[in-house]
């Protein structure tokens, strides 16, 4: 069983940024696709962006193309989401998740996901 661990949310305001981190508990992360998604209340958990098993393709949402970056670190367990040009629509709690199935293309709905970390929240102020 994998074990997600989120970290780096906080308060910031529009304009700014925040680097998100999940700490995978298994040296098997690295055979999965990973993703993103986040959560208002009230709402579906949506997709944010994902990643494939050697970083070597990825995949955004429109609402957050050009502005967030997805990438992992293997040898450290780990994937990362950067996001720059915070708006106040991107408060949530963000969730990293592993993809274990592995048919090889990326998933965009969290029912296609088989572990999630506990979430973070990210509050941007406008």
């Known amino acids: 069983q994998v074990q997600l661990v989120e970290s780096g949310g906080g308060l910031v305001q529009a304009g700014g940024s925040l680097r998100l981190s999940c700490a995978a508990s298994?040296?098997?992360?690295?055979?999965?696709?990973m993703g993103w998604f986040r959560q208002v209340p009230g709402k579906e958990r949506e997709f944010v962006a994902a990643?494939?098993?050697?970083?070597?393709?990825?995949s955004y949402a429109d609402s957050v193309k050009g502005r967030f970056t997805i990438s992992r670190d293997n040898a450290k367990n780990t994937v990362s989401l950067q996001m720059n040009s915070l708006k106040p629509e991107d408060t949530a709690v963000y969730y990293c998740?592993?993809?274990?199935?592995?048919?090889?293309?990326?998933?965009?709905?969290?029912?296609?996901?088989?572990?999630w970390g506990q979430g973070t929240q990210v509050t941007v102020s406008s």
């Open positions: 998740a592993a993809d274990t199935v592995g048919s090889g293309s990326f998933h965009y709905h969290l029912d296609e996901y088989d572990y």
């Open positions: 298994e040296r098997t992360f690295r055979r999965y696709f």
């Open positions: 990643i494939t098993w050697s970083g070597g393709s990825t």
